[in-house]
């Protein structure tokens, strides 16, 4: 069954593209070079540190752009087969419309 799938257009899922994870990994790369150009300045008299800004800046980037990635590539809809059959993955609603169907004098299970 999991040959058979199709790829997704990427426009039409735009979850899955890497335009976010980047611009969000830029985001905090940035703010981790700011916060630290700014940090190890060191007061008026000392000049800016750019070189620990930028070390801080790409390791920043470089893991913030790894972690994101990698939850965007690992996230995964369930296919609809999934849900139908008699064993765990079935859906609980329609267990409980099957029962009140076969057992319309008894209670509900749920106490409604």
Same mark, same amino acid.
């Given at each position: 069954m999991v040959g058979n799938v199709?790829?997704? %257009?990427?426009?039409?899922?735009?979850g899955a593209s890497i335009k976010f994870p980047l611009?969000?990994?830029a $985001?905090?790369? $940035?703010? $981790?070079g700011l916060v630290t150009l700014v940090v190890t300045a060191g007061g008026t008299e000392n000049g800016l540190r750019w070189d620990l800004a930028g070390i801080a800046f790409g390791i920043a980037f470089i893991a913030t752009l790894l972690i994101a990635s990698l939850l965007v590539m690992g996230h995964k809809e369930n296919d609809a087969y999934l849900s139908e059959g008699s064993g765990v993955n079935r859906k609980s609603a329609d267990?409980?419309?099957?029962?009140?169907?076969?057992?319309?004098?008894?209670? %509900?299970?749920?106490?409604e």
């Open positions: 199709e790829p997704q %257009d990427p426009k039409q899922n735009p611009s969000f990994s $985001a905090l790369g $940035a703010v $981790a267990r409980l419309a099957h029962l009140k169907r076969a057992n319309p004098a008894e209670k %509900d299970p749920r106490g």
